[in-house]
């Protein structure tokens, strides 16, 4: 049997991804800042830990503790929404620290692991954002697209060893925390000036017939942790799909 440990599994993506690892008979490795064992109640074969990906030593203790595993998901990120003008750079850091710096280190982290035994995949989850431009979200896509990048040189340092370097691309999805967890980190970016375009933004947000859901997620991880073939990307939801093809 199979082990995936999957970020961020709090809510939305994660969480959608770890149940849908467990409903095809693996054993998952759930993590999240705050551990909630309750979201999978009653549920055998996943285990819950603490883990926040900008924590070093918290990496290698919840590696430590999670054992041997097959797949890496790196899913936990933070969104951000706002104009670049009003965005403090702390902030764009924090977005780096855990969307672009805490991917790497998980990435780091357990490459040696399956380095020695010749197998193993990570997939990392990025953003449709990073398939055509999108207004507001200009560091969010910056921290997005440097995972893109180093997915790709990654993959080709890896190969050799038998180690698989992936990447899924969702759209946007509505059924998620995204402006819920990132409420207190935008509030005041969206400044007097780009007031106006922004309204314009979110109602056409809010008519999109075609947009993604977590278990589009779910399933496009899935495909990417079980796909021996050359193939890197991977596009979840139908909005998503349709600006892969575009491209």
């Not at 993506?13 to 999978?40: C, I, K, N, S």
């Not at 790497?104 to 995949?121: D, H, K, L, S």
């Not at 309204?199 to 495909?223: M, N």
Request: proline share 6%; glycine share 8%; hydrophobic share 45%.
């Amino acid at each position: 049997m199979k082990t995936a440990l999957i970020t961020g599994c709090s809510s939305g993506y994660g969480l959608e991804t770890a149940r849908h690892f467990l409903a095809q008979g693996w054993r998952v490795v759930a993590t999240m800042r705050r551990p909630r064992p309750d979201l999978f109640a009653d549920q055998a074969g996943v285990r819950v830990l603490a883990l926040d990906v900008t924590d070093r030593d918290g990496i290698a203790r919840a590696l430590d503790a999670a054992g041997p595993i097959d797949v890496l998901v790196n899913n936990a990120g933070l969104g951000l929404f706002g104009a670049f003008e009003a965005t403090p750079m702390s902030t764009v850091r924090d977005i780096f620290e855990t969307n672009t710096f805490g991917t790497m280190a998980m990435c780091q982290a357990v490459i040696g692991p399956f380095r020695e035994r010749g197998a193993g995949t990570i997939v990392n989850v990025t953003s449709s954002a990073t398939l055509a431009p999108f207004p507001l979200v200009a560091a969010y896509t910056a921290s997005k697209t440097a995972i893109e990048g180093f997915t790709a040189s990654l993959a080709l340092e890896l190969e050799p060893f038998g180690i698989r370097a992936k990447l899924v691309e969702p759209g946007y999805c509505p059924d998620t925390r995204f402006a819920e967890n990132g409420a207190e980190r935008m509030q005041g970016l969206v400044s007097a000036p780009y007031r106006p375009f922004a309204e314009r933004i979110f109602a056409g947000l809010s008519q999109l017939s075609a947009v993604t859901r977590p278990d589009d997620v779910a399933q496009a991880v899935w495909q990417a942790a079980n796909d021996a073939s050359p193939r890197q990307h991977f596009a979840a939801g139908a909005d998503a799909l349709a600006l892969a093809q575009a491209r």
